[in-house]
């Protein structure tokens, strides 16, 4: 059975949402204190973490920020905060989806489903290759890790999974949609604008001018093609 940690500090959203998740044969350790929350999280295996932002004590941004340090697993924040400069911040510290309050518990249920299914598939998929290379990047992707001339940076989550599936798929024109579902693996009401935001982040790790992108290029009104 897959763990689920659900951190949110109204009572009656937390249970409403647990009780769903549990009905879809998930365990679910629910707190409602972003400090303890916090450490359930580093101490405990969770296939996921639903995240609040607003909560006493740490909030959702830093609990996302110091769980991304040490584990790769899938943050989702669910919040009433409708801002895209929430969902942006959220979405560059290592979030993998945001929703927005009020939601279907049925539309959490299945991004839940298909953001652990994806993680699955792609750290399985990427353990079969251990490492490739593209001029000055290399990837190894069983340690999940970006060099760029030698030299190891950052990569989130979501940013890691994009880049090697555009690697993977060189000189090829792929859609925002066709990227969202492979790496987010949710269809419906598909928030494209996560892709945009990944995309600038990644060119802002690997090219040397991100204003004039030699790897990640834009093809306008179709998608974005990783050139090799």
Same mark, same amino acid.
């Given at each position: 059975?897959?763990?689920?940690?659900?951190?949110?500090?109204?009572?009656?959203?937390?249970?409403?949402?647990?009780?769903?998740?549990?009905?879809?044969?998930?365990?679910?350790?629910?707190?409602?204190?972003?400090?303890?929350?916090?450490?359930?999280?580093?101490?405990?295996?969770?296939?996921?973490?639903?995240?609040?932002?607003?909560?006493?004590?740490?909030?959702?941004?830093?609990?996302?920020?110091?769980?991304?340090?040490?584990?790769?697993?899938?943050?989702?924040?669910?919040?009433?905060?409708?801002?895209?400069?929430?969902?942006?911040?959220?979405?560059?510290?290592?979030?993998?989806?945001?929703?927005?309050?009020?939601?279907?518990?049925? =539309? !959490?249920? *299945?991004? +839940?489903?298909?953001?652990? $299914?994806?993680?699955?598939?792609?750290? #399985?998929?990427?353990? @079969?290759?251990?490492?490739?290379?593209?001029?000055?990047?290399?990837?190894?992707?069983?340690?999940?890790?970006?060099?760029?001339?030698?030299?190891?940076?950052?990569?989130?989550?979501?940013?890691?999974?994009?880049?090697?599936?555009?690697?993977?798929?060189?000189?090829?024109?792929?859609?925002?949609?066709?990227?969202?579902?492979?790496?987010?693996?949710? =269809? !419906?009401? *598909?928030? +494209?604008?996560?892709?945009? $935001?990944?995309?600038?982040?990644?060119? #802002?790790?690997?090219? @040397?001018?991100?204003?004039?992108?030699?790897?990640?290029?834009?093809?306008?009104?179709?998608?974005?093609?990783?050139?090799?």
């Amino acid at each position: 059975m897959k763990k689920i940690l659900l951190i949110e500090d109204e009572v009656s959203i937390a249970e409403l949402q647990r009780d769903y998740l549990e009905i879809n044969q998930f365990h679910v350790d629910v707190d409602h204190n972003g400090d303890s929350g916090l450490q359930l999280a580093l101490q405990n295996d969770y296939d996921l973490i639903i995240l609040d932002i607003m909560l006493p004590g740490v909030n959702g941004f830093e609990i996302c920020k110091q769980v991304r340090q040490v584990k790769n697993i899938p943050i989702l924040f669910v919040s009433a905060k409708k801002e895209d400069i929430d969902k942006i911040r959220g979405l560059g510290i290592g979030a993998d989806d945001y929703i927005t309050k009020p939601f279907s518990p049925s =539309e !959490l249920v *299945a991004r +839940v489903k298909a953001h652990i $299914v994806r993680y699955e598939r792609l750290a #399985g998929s990427q353990a @079969k290759s251990s490492s490739i290379s593209v001029k000055e990047i290399s990837i190894d992707k069983s340690a999940r890790k970006v060099y760029i001339n030698g030299e190891e940076t950052s990569f989130t989550t979501k940013e890691f999974d994009l880049l090697v599936f555009l690697v993977m798929h060189p000189n090829q024109v792929l859609s925002k949609e066709q990227l969202y579902e492979n790496i987010w693996g949710f =269809e !419906l009401a *598909a928030d +494209v604008s996560t892709v945009t $935001v990944h995309i600038r982040k990644i060119r #802002g790790k690997i090219e @040397k001018d991100p204003a004039h992108p030699k790897y990640l290029e834009t093809v306008w009104g179709a998608g974005y093609r990783f050139n090799v």
